[in-house]
């Protein structure tokens, strides 16, 4: 165990996590030079293509140290955003010790600060680097500053790496053995095992990955999950190189991965502690936490005959997406689809484009909404996930909505623009602190249901890119609430109804109307667009008629191509939804949320 | 009954919106004459009786008379032709002649498209015609006095020189002209010529869809109030002068294409030559195989609704009848909501579309189009 490291990187956006963790592979040839891909952990390909990381992933290195020793190296990598922060609390839980990368331009941002208070909470060696000094842009005084005021380390602690030539490499890895503790457990004690992620392949079933705290796992073994109290026999065990290598056994220290036969993720719950069913350890590991989606949307296939197909490939993707959550629903506009729960609007889109690429699924995705809670006047509480649940203002005696404390970091010059933002979101200044001269952090007390949406991209644009944001719910408040409807031709697009706060309505209500008559497309006759509270109509937009869809000419050497092309128009139809006389296109119900500036 | 329709590949220069194959250097033309020639001998399956002749292009009126006197002859030499054939020719004005025209005639041609355009000075420079106004006048007036029994003009809308009222009077003019048919096409911007590529740059000026709809349903009234039949969203003919020819394309009839980029068709299948000069004539000298496709019933159902709903001869629902079970389901599934919605309409056995709804053809067609996959 004493020649043990885990540690995680903590890290924001692309201050060069991936491009780092590489080069630490390729330096303990853990992957050979030929089988590097750029961003070797990164394996989904939406991962890849994003350059982010969504689902975190463990592997193994070996390390020969200047003192002649092998170490073994558990590197844990973390998701970078905020929707899927819950994972990397578990995975900073595994660990002993952090690298705390920053990048040596872009400075301290508010994701590495959440991060970074996680692992101090949970007792991490923290090894400062400053990350990308080979840049021209770098500025290692100031930086370096900055990483002293916030960890309160000495300047000698922070190690200058670029993760691009390779310089520091060797630094950041003796700096692992020589400042991140061994761990600390006890084999002999009964298994403790903490679970930080999970995995699914279609052939092998749910694969978790764990680090164990005290005692052993053999192959074998029957085990038990203590917080969801199930017993499976621990089939395959092994560590995470590149590819899993299986083993007999795994001690008190190590990280490792468990195939015990089971198919759904739903079954093995990240945070949850494995013990042994003989042996049981007297209580879990703290910090398990079931959870809980922030964002719920309706999501519909295009054609109602596949509706049989999506509730399969939705349990496919929970298998390995424990933290989607859904059930089915009706729409009247839509017809029979799922009510679906993520942890944030990223998190909605990655499965969505999941749904198409992995499964072929074209779905419609609507208006999203947060959780509310109602109270009606008999004193009964309700959990409001879709607009059409809200009780009768009649029945309803109060609603409440969830808020946020968010955390944003940025320059000075922007703390203006930034506090518009937030006031027209409902917002209250909590807190500023300069951190340094050029960089303040702003905290605000937030209606969740106003960030969720449109609210990280606007905070970009104001900001030129240059604020970093984090939130964490805190509780739930009373609220003004009102239904907003969209009307098509008259008819109710239950869909595309929303919850809003009061003062919000008419604005939101214009806006709404207006984004519609940008995405719909026009047809054969004329469409009004509405929004309506209850029976008042508080704004209306029209789209007129499509006045030309023709060709002028169609002889003889033009007609395969024109059917080609037509079939083609037919294809881009089937892509939308007929509501009523109106063709929704699919991307609508998403996009008429991104309202632009003053939503 | 079939048709042949003949390309020739050759302009003088290239017109800005025109996506048609042509070349503008006329280095082989003789070579081109010479594979034509062969193709015509070389058509397999040839049809029992020719019923139409069509040379389009292109301008086909770059050819002398002596070479299409070659090209008639070796339609004449190699296949059967009906007594009453329809022989049409496509004609830009600065190559019409007195002398031309009457040659033309003695040849049988007796059907002279010719592409006026516009009567405005402006419309042709924007659009790079190789001719001026004036021409185009003296051009039809050899025309209508050469003995030609149909002389047939086309005409462009939807041009930025031409406002409201100037297109009224280029509908007025062209009445007091009296063709036996007009053909006037709204101006559409096809991919790879240069009106796309100012479009794309931003430096197309365009005439609003609205104006350009005012004056397709201005061009319907005056013509058809002059007498003028509007049997095709772009064609409009005194009665007993619709071209036979196109007509047997809406229609699906066979015909043979001879040429650079010339389409055929058998009732089944769908052939056609590779639109590039030099390699054509290699094609030719080598006897490669023209590319070509089997049309599948849906894809024959595709083309039979969006070239009915292009006519006022529309869609007989006897015929649909023809295809497969799905697609008639599907016909009359979604033909039921668009009679609903007043946008097709019917009478008797026929489907089809007003002429004022032509304009919006390629969205009906493809709503009522069969998705094979
Ligand atoms: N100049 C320079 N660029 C780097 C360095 N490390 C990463 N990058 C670039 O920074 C971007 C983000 O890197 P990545 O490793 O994906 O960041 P992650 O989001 O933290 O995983 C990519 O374009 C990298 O090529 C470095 O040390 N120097
Ligand atoms: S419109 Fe006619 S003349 Fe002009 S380029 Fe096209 S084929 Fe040639
Ligand atoms: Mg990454």
Redesign the pocket.
Known sequence: MKKIRNFCVIAHIDHGKSTLSDRLLERTQTISQRDMKNQALDDMDIERERGITIKSHAIQMYYKHTDGETYTYNLIDTPGHVDFSYEVSRSIAACEGALLLVDASQGVQAQTISNLYLAIEHDLEIIPILNKVDMESAMVEEMSDQIIDLIGCDKEDIILASGKTGIGIEDILSAIVDRIPAPKGDPKEPLQALIFDSMFNSFRGVIAYFRIINGVINKGDDIRFVNTGKVYSADEIGILQLNQVPKNRLEAGNVGYVITGIKESKEIKVGDTITQDKNPCQSAIQGFEEVKPMVFAGIYPIDNDDFEDLRDSLEKLQLNDASLVFEPETSIALGFGFRCGFLGMLHLEIIQERLSREFDQEVITTVPNVSYNAYTKRDEHLIINTPADLPEPTLLDRVEEPYIKAQIITKPEYIGAIMTLCMEKRGELLNQTYLTTERVELSFDLPLAEIVFDFYDRLKSITRGYASFDYAPTDYRASDLVKLDIKLNGDSVDALSSLVHRTKADSFGRQICKRLKELLPRQQFMIAIQAAIGAKIIARETISALRKDVTAKCYGGDITRKRKLLEKQKKGKKKMRQIGTVQVPQKAFLEVLKLGDNG | MAGIYIHVP??????H????H?S?SLRLKEEMMSAMLIEMQQVENKPSMIDTIYFG???PSILSIEEIKLLMDQIYRHYEVSGDVEVTL?A?PEDLSEDYVKGLRDLGVNRLSI?I?SFLEDDLQY????HSAEQSLQAIEYALSGGIRDVSLDLMFGLIGSDQSAWRASLEQIIDLSPTHISCYNLTVEEQTAFAHWREKGQLQEVDENIQYEQYLMTHELLSSAGYDHYEISNYAKPGHRSRHNQSYWNSQPYIGIGPSAHSFNGERRSWNVANNAKYLKQIKEGQERESELLSPSDRYNEYIMLGLRTAKGIAKSQIDEFPKKMRESFDAVSARLLGQGVLKSSGDTIYLSPEQWYISDAISAELFWDAD
């Open positions: 050759f302009c003088r220069q290239a017109c919106y025109c996506s048609f042509f503008t292009g292109g301008t496509e830009n592409g355009q659009m790079n015609r190789a």
